[in-house]
């Protein structure tokens, strides 16, 4: 059974940092890229960062580069999403996904119908 399993969401404060991590299971993790993608109240859900099997094979959304950093351990299996600065705007559900295709990371962060696994979604909160 594929499972993808969001955690770390929460409330913090304007420039504050959190760590989303995806714990990935029942599929080949090292085939697939995998990403975040955020949805706030009465937007559309956007990606903002997809990671293929190696951190140099990432790409950040403009709204978020400089800001987040995305990882993956070593065993493929478990992503992080590294906030920093966070903003109000940053405010919305956070969820990861997988996409068959390790080299497609940046196709899996640009279309929201790529993804062939999500996870449920973590609230993520910026407010003072």
């Known amino acids: 059974q594929v499972q993808l399993v969001e955690s770390g969401g929460g409330l913090v404060q304007p420039g504050g940092s959190l760590r989303l991590s995806c714990a990935a299971s029942?599929?080949?993790?090292?085939?697939?890229?995998i990403g975040w993608f955020r949805q706030a109240a009465g937007k559309a859900r956007e990606g903002i960062s997809c990671?293929?099997?190696?951190?140099?094979?990432?790409w950040y959304a403009e709204s978020v580069k400089g800001r987040f950093a995305i990882s993956r351990d070593s065993d493929m299996n478990t992503v992080y999403l590294q906030m920093n600065s966070l903003k109000p705007e940053d405010t919305a559900v956070y969820s990861c996904?997988?996409?068959?295709?390790?080299?497609?990371?940046?196709?899996?962060?640009?279309?929201?119908?790529?993804?062939?696994?999500w996870g449920q979604g973590a609230q993520v909160t910026v407010s003072s």
């Open positions: 996904a997988a996409g068959l295709g390790s080299g497609d990371y940046y196709y899996l962060c640009a279309h929201s119908g790529a993804p062939d696994y």
């Open positions: 990671i293929g099997t190696s951190d140099d094979m990432a």
């Open positions: 029942g599929f080949t993790p090292d085939q697939y890229a």
